[in-house]
């Protein structure tokens, strides 16, 4: 009883080891198989994928015509199996991984097959490295590129136009290649940004001003003496310096889109056969941005800037339609960590008239232009976007610096006593310990 289950146990070692050693070829590429009996039957399961050729009584060549997996049986003259092995006909992938380690010495980039597909593994310091690899690969086994996502799974982007060479998405991949590359750590963008109306506002007044400075619409008439009468001819000029719009400060991961809003959203009307619809358009100042690292002194970013107003109303006999004055501008720019840039020439001119008139007497024809007064401002706005972009980490909770006030009253200052101050730091302990968990409370 024990002998015949030693025998079993013997065959089933067999098996698995003739299933667990397979042989691995190389796409268009041969090995050499020996045996030590002489050859009787060769039988191959698959010979699409792999065939073979007799060499002399002991010896077969077996070469791969097709990616995927056959198995090899070998037989001796008297019918006995000698060889039972699956063959793998993989990606010829030496090639490539020489011209990985020649490209990339410093990183340690693995290259496997997985059937008919081929998997990428590995840690890379920068997305340039690990989007490099990737179209190595692909274009050294002539993988084709193919959509990520299906239409309506594909993530939401900006409204920027379509520009192949400032791709921000990774929106495609390769035709059977497994991404395994892994980030040692994802960079985040921080854009401070400012944004101002910088502009400048000429006035032109021309005329003669009776008036003594009183109140609005109030007319005195003092004297007629010269230094009584307050008439005066003047052209002004007044230089103004401008107003900071929105401070904006946007962190984005690299690869993603960022959007910020200050403003509000007017309901838009439309009306059909089918009834009223309502939407909303947004308005106010937005700033939309994109970020790309490929490494430090490589940071390619996308911004559409946009400042809009209600510039006016449209009456209708059914509703009310409002008219938005918007100044928007798409740019991409490549900058370095930590330097600044600015944009500018978005550039708005008004002009306002006004007169200014002492009633019936300046309506009298020519004679009436002595006792009105003509102003024209013509206001120049230009909207300026500075910001300034940095690569940022997350801050552990023990480095954080808490803004604190401790409160003292004058007699514990008098006294020295100091009991105070060690309950604010036992507080500021006791905070840091609690962001320290993540802000649970345990």
């Not at 300034?388 to 980490?393: G, P, S």
Request: glycine letters at 6%; proline letters at 5%; hydrophobic letters at 40%.
């Amino acid at each position: 009883m024990l002998n015949k289950w030693c025998s079993k146990l013997i065959l089933v070692l067999c098996f698995v080891s003739t299933q667990v050693f397979a042989y691995l070829i190389p796409l268009n590429d041969a090995r050499s198989v020996r045996t030590k009996q002489q050859i009787g039957t060769v039988f191959m399961s698959q010979p699409t994928i792999a065939d073979y050729k007799v060499i002399n009584e002991r010896q077969i060549v077996v070469f791969g015509s097709s990616i995927g997996q056959t198995r090899l049986m070998i037989y001796d003259i008297e019918g006995r199996l000698v060889v039972s092995r699956v063959v793998e006909v993989t990606q010829p992938l030496s090639k490539v991984r020489d011209e990985i380690k020649k490209r990339f010495p410093e990183l340690d980039i693995e290259v496997v097959p997985m059937g008919a597909k081929v998997a990428v593994n590995g840690t890379v310091f920068t997305e340039r490295q690990r989007d490099g690899i990737y179209a190595l690969v692909a274009s050294m086994l002539d993988k084709q590129p193919v959509a990520r996502y299906p239409t309506a799974d594909a993530p939401l982007t900006l409204p920027f136009s379509s520009d192949p060479q400032t791709e921000f998405y990774r929106n495609n991949t390769y035709e059977g290649l497994i991404e395994g590359l892994e980030m040692s750590f994802p960079f985040q963008v921080n854009v401070r940004t400012t944004i101002a109306a910088v502009g400048s506002e000429f006035r032109e007044t021309v005329g003669i001003d009776w008036t003594s400075g009183g109140s609005p619409g109030v007319f005195t008439f003092p004297d007629l003496t010269a230094s009584d009468i307050s008439a005066t001819i003047t052209a002004l000029a007044n230089d103004n310096l401008g107003e900071v719009l929105a401070e904006p400060n946007l962190t984005v991961l690299s690869g993603q889109e960022a959007s910020f809003l200050v403003g509000g959203e007017i309901p838009m009307i439309t009306s059909d056969t089918n009834g009223t619809t309502i939407s909303f358009k947004e308005f106010g100042i937005g700033l939309d941005i994109a970020a790309k690292v490929h490494n430090e002194q490589e940071i390619r970013l996308r911004l559409e800037p946009s400042v809009s107003v209600v510039e006016q109303i449209y009456k209708t006999t059914t509703a009310e339609v409002p008219q938005l004055a918007t100044r928007r501008a798409v740019t991409t720019i490549q900058i370095a960590d930590g330097q600044t840039f600015m944009i500018g020439g978005l550039m708005n001119t008004e002009d306002i008239e006004s007169l200014q008139k002492i009633p019936l007497l300046g309506d009298i024809p020519l004679f009436g232009a002595l006792f009105s007064k003509a102003t024209t401002n013509r206001k120049t706005t230009e909207v300026v976007i500075i910001a300034t972009v940095n690569l940022v980490k997350p801050t552990k909770a023990n480095e954080l610096v808490l803004p604190r006030i401790h409160k003292t009253n004058t007699l514990n200052r008098w006294a020295g006593m100091s009991r105070e101050f060690v309950e604010k730091d036992q507080q500021d302990s006791d905070l840091i310990k609690l962001l320290s968990s993540g802000g649970f409370a345990q």
